[in-house]
């Protein structure tokens, strides 16, 4: 299928734009854990919490769950009498497919494109979690012909689909901490004149991380891209060392004009500051409706999770890779869940807060099931469901923001 460069258009100038994920949805793509750097035990638990997401998702929508050749024949075996997941040989470095698979964007006129953003393992050579990164790099290009979709290819623009979250309306948010890092976009564009005083490089970068130059930027290159007016700061997420602040462990949209947002009362909590701000910057924004947001809050675990020791034993040392270590802190949120066709698949930890989380995702999504996923492998790895899956919207014709 054809590719759509950044000279000649965009999916906001072509009338596209990102639906919201409880939007209607075709499928959800999945990729088969492999990595023994990444994953304890040989992966093996792995693959078992994300067979169970799998099925619990495809309850509800169908599930293209991705595998190595070399896993291909176990993971359809696994799934032999799964009839509604469906295995497909793709080569990948890892399997976090919010952040490596297509973004895809609608029209009003029944038609889907794909985003493929540029990716580097979460921060490249300045801090990026693994070396190198080259298939996962190619997933959205091969999401994209097998959808039959034709394919926007940003100059320059790295990202992951775990750092955005949208209503579908023209709203969007982010956060300051990953999109204004050191080792995503900012590494990637560079001045068009030569500096005639450096030998190597010989193009300096525009931007300094973290400046206003850098987010007027992204500003303007998310707008173009996802098809939004109003582009929302939230300044930190609650994962500064596997994906430099994605929000999609810290706040997602429930409906227009209404979030959900991470929440403790416990000053000793890890993430308590980065909780308050955020639902501070969130309660106190306006969308590009004119809406003041409503914000619900969702519980953490009562009992944070970290890296152990025995873990650690029994992960792989890799030098290409960033090395696990005891003590560190996990990204063990209910706010990584996945909202599919009349369905929410939830993270469970095994922790008392488990069916409290149930219930308060329940009462935002009151015409949906909810349903708990026991995940703490899953995040022993570095992610959730949300950060594992990635949805392929259905077309439903409606007034878009470009028929007026």
């Given at each position: 299928m054809r590719t759509i460069t950044e000279s000649e258009s965009t999916p906001k100038a072509d009338g596209f734009f990102m639906p919201a994920e409880f939007a209607p949805q075709d499928r959800v793509w999945m990729g088969w854990p492999h990595r023994t750097d990444t994953w304890a035990h040989g992966a093996k638990p792995a693959q078992k919490q994300y067979a169970a997401i799998a099925r619990a998702i495809s309850e509800f929508t169908p599930v293209y769950m991705c595998a190595n050749q070399v896993d291909y024949a176990n993971c359809k075996a696994v799934f032999e009498n799964d009839e509604n997941v469906t295995v497909i040989e793709m080569t990948t470095d890892d399997a976090w497919f919010r952040d490596t698979a297509a973004t895809y964007v609608i029209n009003g006129k029944g038609e889907k494109r794909a985003n493929h953003w540029h990716f580097n393992a979460y921060g490249g050579l300045v801090d990026g979690l693994y070396f190198p990164w080259d298939k996962d790099e190619q997933i959205a290009l091969k999401m994209a012909e097998l959808s039959g979709c034709r394919r926007y290819r940003p100059d320059d623009m790295i990202l992951e689909g775990g750092s955005i979250t949208v209503d579908g309306e023209g709203t969007l948010v982010v956060t300051d901490q990953c999109l204004l890092s050191p080792g995503r976009t900012c590494s990637a564009v560079l001045e068009e004149e030569e500096d005639p005083e450096s030998i190597w490089p010989k193009y300096r970068k525009k931007f300094e991380p973290w400046s206003e130059e850098l987010r007027a930027y992204m500003d303007e290159h998310l707008k173009d891209y996802l098809g939004v007016e109003k582009v929302i700061w939230v300044k930190e997420g609650i994962d500064p060392e596997e994906t430099n602040g994605h929000i999609d462990d810290v706040a997602t949209f429930i409906a227009p004009g209404v979030m959900a947002c991470i929440w403790t009362d416990d000053p000793e909590y890890p993430f308590y500051e980065q909780c308050h701000a955020a639902y501070e910057?969130?309660?106190?924004?306006?969308?590009?409706?004119?809406?003041?947001?409503?914000?619900?809050?969702?519980?953490?675990?009562?009992?944070?999770?970290?890296?152990?020791?025995?873990?650690?034993d029994t992960i792989d040392a890799d030098e290409n890779a960033e090395p696990r270590v005891p003590d560190e802190p996990l990204i063990a949120s209910y706010m990584n869940y996945l909202v599919t066709n009349h369905g929410v698949i939830v993270p469970q930890y095994g922790d008392e807060n488990d069916a409290l989380a149930v219930r308060q995702v329940q009462e935002m999504f009151p015409d949906r099931e909810v349903v708990g996923v026991q995940t703490r492998e899953v995040a022993f790895g570095g992610g959730n469901i949300h950060c594992i899956t990635h949805q392929i919207p259905s077309f439903v014709r409606k007034e878009t923001p470009y028929d007026k």
């Open positions: 910057t969130l309660s106190n924004a306006v969308d590009a409706k004119g809406r003041k947001m409503k914000v619900y809050k969702l519980c953490m675990p009562v009992n944070p999770l970290f890296m152990d020791q025995a873990s650690c």
